[in-house]
């Protein structure tokens, strides 16, 4: 879809187009009262840019003037592609630092592991907490016992 757009003409303009078969024109009066002529034309997709112009035409104008404006082109069949390129440059971008931070934490645990946890002196009640009380004296079986055999 192309646009071509004649602003702030008293009377409005013409607008024509070459190289184009099928458009269609809007006209508006401004506060001022002017006229903003809008034409849009549809571009087969087999159309070459280079043969399409849009013609103004404007009854002040010396006759047989015409007035060719480079045309602000809305492409649609262009942002497809446009959006596609950027979307995969952007996931190609994320995975490859995903990998990157990947590898290089891979990489860092390699070099220097973690320490060794620090050796303390653990107490025997801690590691054998049985062990140790059946192993101590205990002075009243001892002494019940002392007395059952005098």
């Known amino acids: ?3 071509c757009t004649a602003a702030n003409s008293k009377p409005a303009a013409n607008i024509s187009w070459i ?4 458009w269609t024109e809007k006209t508006t009066q401004n506060p001022d009262h002017t006229y903003t002529v809008e034409s849009s034309a549809s571009i087969p997709d087999n ?3 280079q043969n399409v ?3 103004v035409e404007h009854p002040v104008w010396k006759e047989g003037v015409h007035k060719t404006i480079g045309l602000l082109l809305e492409n649609f069949s ?3 592609l446009t959006w596609t390129i950027i979307s ?3 996931s190609g971008f994320v995975v490859l630092i995903l990998v990157a931070s990947f590898f290089i934490r891979k990489h860092l645990s390699k070099i220097s592991p973690a320490p060794p946890p620090a050796n303390r002196k653990q107490d025997v009640e801690e590691l054998e907490p049985y062990a140790s009380y059946v192993e101590r004296v205990n002075s009243i079986y001892n002494s019940s016992a002392e007395l ?3």
């Open 148 to 150: 059952c055999n005098a």
């Open 78 to 80: 262009s942002f497809p």
């Open 19 to 22: 190289g184009v078969s099928n």
């Open 47 to 49: 159309t070459s840019l």
């Open 53 to 55: 112009s849009c013609v």
């Open 1 to 3: 879809m192309a646009t």
């Open 88 to 90: 995969v440059s952007l």
